[in-house]
């Protein structure tokens, strides 16, 4: 007769290694990162302790990149806030597009020469 596996005996599979092992906020409350409110002085002091970590931690690029990735709307992530990352993807797709532009100008140009040619 077989015998009903017990918790004990169920075989724990290596966890793959994250980007977030290791990160100085390890073992930290979640709160710490998603300060209340959105002004004043206690939201900006709560958000200031909360960048300290971030200022030390050696996954900081990648926990800068997962927030840009999937778009996190609030806390801080990468040392930054939300306003703050909001204004870099605003300035990643200005630049996206005025390159875009200079491509489409190119084009034309490139386009306009062969035809005279
Ligand atoms: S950068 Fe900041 S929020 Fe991100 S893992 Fe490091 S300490 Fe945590």
Known sequence: MPRIPRPADRIT????????????????EPEIFFPVGTGGVPAQLETEYAKGFCGV????????????TRREDYGVWGGLDEYERAEL???AR???????R????KAKREA??????
Request: with cysteine; net charge positive.
């Open 13 to 28: 599979l290596p966890r793959r290694a994250h980007w977030s092992d290791g990160a100085a906020c390890s073992g930290q």
């Open 57 to 68: 931690c050696p996954v900081r690029p990648q926990c800068l990149s997962h927030a840009l």
């Open 89 to 91: 993807l605003r300035a």
């Open 94 to 100: 200005r630049t996206a597009e005025q390159q875009r």
């Open 102 to 105: 200079q491509a489409k100008a």
């Open 112 to 117: 306009e020469a062969d035809a005279v040619a």
